[in-house]
T-cell receptor, first 113, second 111 residues
Framework: LAKTTQPISMDSYEGQEVNITCSHN???????ITWYQQFPSQGPRFIIQ???TKVTNEVASLFIPADRKSSTLSLPRVSLSDTAVYYC??????????????FGQGTELSVKP | DTEVTQTPKHLVMGMTNKKSLKCEQH?????MYWYKQKAKKPPELMFV???????INESVPSRFSPECPNSSLLNLHLHALQPEDSALYLC??????????FGNGTRLTVT
């Protein structure tokens, strides 16, 4: 399984765009990149998944360069409620197909007023 | 609100007790998972059930015993736990081609 590396923590201010980069140098051909968000005392929540190039949904964008050795989660115009831990995961196949899904160390994002 | 329901929310048990954690989902998901999460750490995978059969056991000690009675329910039976087993236990479910949906966990304290 590809290991992921992310910054331990990041600070931002309300209204700013936040970019969190994840390194996954040993990503395999079949691996997809998935991001989850976790608030204190809650389970993680799926944000976005991608394989290559760019994926966008209503809450975030995911940028994946051609070599796929890293990925960047982009959160537009963050608010205080975006303060959470963000996990980057790499797994075999889309949504890991019921197999192993291993969480990295996560990035603790703190949004200030 | 979460579509994966875990009970109880909090549990305190002694090292000689036997207790069970319960997880229920009604989304028709055929894969179910147990994760353990210590404070300030990422969730660690414990078990995966696929179509009600245990498909992955991440070398979890036998004092943790999972059970999947049907496609909607997942239990984790606990016996002779140690204080270091105190953690947040998270259940999740998914279709094989969809993201994981997590419950909000059971906060377990072993005294």
């Amino acid at each position: 399984l590809a290991k992921t590396t992310q910054p331990i923590s990041m600070d931002s201010y309300e209204g700013q765009e936040v970019n969190i980069t994840c390194s996954h140098n040993n990503i395999a051909t079949n691996d997809y990149i998935t991001w989850y968000q976790q608030f204190p005392s809650q389970g993680p929540r799926f944000i976005i998944q991608g394989y290559k190039t760019k994926v966008t949904n209503e809450v975030a964008s995911l940028f994946i360069p051609a070599d796929r050795k890293s990925s960047t989660l982009s959160l537009p115009r963050v608010s205080l409620s975006d303060t959470a831990v963000y996990y980057c995961l790499v797994g075999d196949g889309p949504y890991n197909q019921g197999g192993k899904l291993i969480f990295g160390q996560g990035t603790e994002l703190s949004v200030k007023p | 609100d979460t579509e994966v329901t875990q009970t109880p929310k909090h549990l305190v048990m002694g090292m000689t007790n036997k207790k069970s954690l319960k997880c229920e989902q009604h989304m028709g998901h055929r894969a179910m998972y147990w994760y353990k999460q210590k404070a300030k750490k990422p969730p660690e995978l414990m078990f995966v059930y696929s179509y009600e059969k245990l498909s992955i056991n991440e070398s979890v000690p036998s004092r943790f015993s999972p059970e999947c009675p049907n496609s909607s329910l997942l239990n984790l039976h606990l016996h002779a736990l140690q204080p270091e087993d105190s953690a947040l236990y998270l259940c999740a479910s998914s279709q094989l081609d969809s993201p994981l949906h997590f419950g909000n966990g059971t906060r377990l304290t072993v005294t």
